[in-house]
């Protein structure tokens, strides 16, 4: 059972014309890797999944639900949480801030989830430790750690997460490898795009491979963790 | 606000400013009557550009509009006010506060109602195009400025101070006026609700995070465009009270009193850094001061003396003393 599908999209952003038809489907309770080289379209159908560029054609639904028209705000409060590139950390925000704001359903730091701040702590031991701290005040490292914090702050039905190993040491990607793979097993749907292709073939159950705006593979992650040639013909490179 | 990670060094400038002019003035009770007085055109200005700094900031909107309602809150003062005539005429401060605060409020009604239309129908189709908003905003200014006058006709209106916010009051040897005190007072309560309501409550920090990153903002969930409107009502709002206070200090109206002072506003918001409330204050602060302090000594560069401020700013922060990270 796919809980988002994508059905021809088309993206334009100005004059150019990014997503060619891309298709996808991303199974409910999986974690899906979104890989393809620079420029392939990844980060633009993250981007239109969430209304933040328009799908010029095509069908997206979440749910089984049509959501290609809704704006951005309605498609985070279907469930939908997302981890731009960016990291889209509110630099002048305290980390506490920063979670207020991604916890809807609290005015006050005292109304948020205790349980599940404790959970995230857990993953995430650096956004407890500088909860009151500038969150612009992070590392790197911390700052991703406190983005994925964010975006689960409450439950969301899926997370889409764009590159979250970029530019991090490998000490902390593996401890986003870790976190990751105990979001996954607490349920929650992950998109993920990745670069890392350790990170990808450690973490995904489903992958879909994309090039000059659209997807070009699709299939288990094992298969195609199993399958050099074919990594060579849609990545350039062996996992 | 946590206070141990505060940047104090801004807001060190504006006694250091005192300070450093008071060897110049020379007599102290003179500094101090200037200082005083600097700091109540500082609160004043602060009050009518408070509301610009989280439209620009915020919003990304250049609104040269912005003036149109200073001008609108001043002259419903006249007509609050002068309907009050016994409470103004009164010696008792307090009776006086019954009137002020009545034309006060509806200032802020009527500038904050006419500020969503006017975001309504001249800023939403400009949204993303500096070019035209300053072109269409100085516009709605022209029209604002015109239907002032079909209301109120085109000559200056007088707006006396109420009797009991009248004369000066001795502090040692420094005379200083009544009614500069209540606007230091005015502009004291603006700040300390504008900061509470930025730090202390869900809403402002949706403001401070959309000042950031809208696109964010919209990917956790909320209506920026939605809060779009309801800073800008609010921003028209305090600038209707900043014309109230404004009309009370020159005692008189005119329909383009707004587009006076709009060019301050603008130096003010530079200095601050766009989108910081803190910043426009101790901007604020600065420029009254500095007019003040020039006006004093050397009257001729009193007209450039805030560019010069501006400037000095500009290379020491070029993003202004309280730049947001954007």
Do not use: C
């Not at chain 1, 799908?55 to 997206?60: M, T, V």
């Not at chain 1, 995904?204 to 070009?216: R, Y």
């Amino acid at each position: 059972m796919n809980l988002l599908t994508l059905q021809g999209v088309h993206t334009h952003i100005g004059a150019y014309h990014i997503l060619h038809g891309v298709d996808l489907a991303v199974p409910r309770g999986q974690l899906t890797m979104l890989l393809g080289r620079n420029g392939a379209g990844k980060t633009t159908t993250l981007r239109t999944i969430m209304g933040l560029w328009r799908a010029s054609a095509g069908r997206i639904a979440f749910g089984g639900e049509d959501i290609t028209r809704d704006a951005t705000p309605q498609i985070a409060g279907r469930g939908i949480a997302y981890v731009p590139e960016s990291m889209g950390i509110f630099a002048d925000l305290t980390v506490k801030e920063n979670m207020l704001l991604a916890a809807r359903g609290a005015r006050h730091a005292r109304q948020m989830d205790e349980k599940r701040l404790q959970w995230i702590f857990s993953l995430f031991p650096a956004v407890e430790k500088f909860w009151n701290h500038p969150a612009g005040k992070l590392s790197g490292g911390q700052k991703q750690m406190l983005a994925v914090a964010r975006a689960i702050v409450e439950p969301r039905e899926l997370l889409i997460v764009d590159e979250p190993s970029k530019g991090l040491a490998p000490a902390i990607i593996n401890n986003m490898i870790d976190a990751f793979a105990q979001l996954k097993a607490s349920g929650v749907t992950i998109l993920l795009v990745e670069q890392n292709i350790n990170f990808a073939r450690r973490l995904g159950d489903t992958v879909a491979v994309m090039d000059n705006g659209v997807v070009v593979h699709a299939g288990s992650m094992q298969a195609l963790a199993e399958n050099e040639e074919l990594q060579h013909e849609l990545l350039g490179l062996a996992l | 606000m946590n206070l141990k990670e505060f940047d104090w060094k801004p807001l060190a400038l504006v006694p250091l400013l005192a300070v450093i002019v008071f060897p110049f003035v020379g007599s102290t009770s003179t500094w101090l009557t200037l200082t005083i007085a600097g700091l109540a055109m500082g609160m004043i200005v602060f009050i009518i550009a408070s509301g610009l700094t989280l439209v620009f900031g915020l919003m990304d909107v250049l609104n040269f509009g912005h003036g149109v309602f200073i001008a609108l809150g001043a002259f419903v003062a006249t007509s609050v006010l002068g309907a009050m005539g016994d409470y103004t005429a009164s010696a008792s401060l307090w009776r006086n506060m019954l009137a002020v605060l009545p034309a006060m409020v509806v200032a802020m009604l009527v500038a904050g109602a006419i500020g969503l239309a006017f975001e309504r129908f001249i800023v939403r189709p400009v949204y993303g195009n500096h070019l035209k908003q300053i072109l269409i905003t100085m516009g709605g200014m022209i029209i604002g400025e015109e239907l002032i006058k079909v209301i109120w006709g085109p000559l200056q209106i007088p707006l006396p101070l109420p009797e009991g916010m009248r004369g000066t009051l001795l502090l040692g040897d420094a005379v200083v006026e009544k009614y500069r005190l209540v606007a230091v007072v005015v502009g004291a309560i603006v700040f300390a609700v504008l900061l509470w309501t930025l730090t202390r409550t869900k809403i402002g920090l949706l403001i401070r995070a959309g000042v950031q990153d809208r696109e964010m903002v919209e990917s956790l969930g909320y209506r920026i465009r939605v809060l779009f409107v309801g800073v800008f009502a609010v921003g028209s709002a305090l600038a209707g009270l900043g014309g109230v206070m404004w009309g009370l200090y020159q005692q008189s109206v005119i329909p383009q009193m707004g587009a006076q002072v709009n060019v301050l506003i603008f130096i003010v918001l530079i200095i601050g850094g766009l989108g910081s409330t803190t910043g426009a204050l101790v901007g604020a602060l600065l420029v009254g001061l500095m007019a003040n302090y020039t006006g004093f000594l050397v009257p001729k560069a009193a007209l450039f003396s805030n560019i010069l401020l501006m400037m000095a700013i500009l290379l020491w922060r070029p993003q202004g003393v309280y730049a947001l990270s954007k």
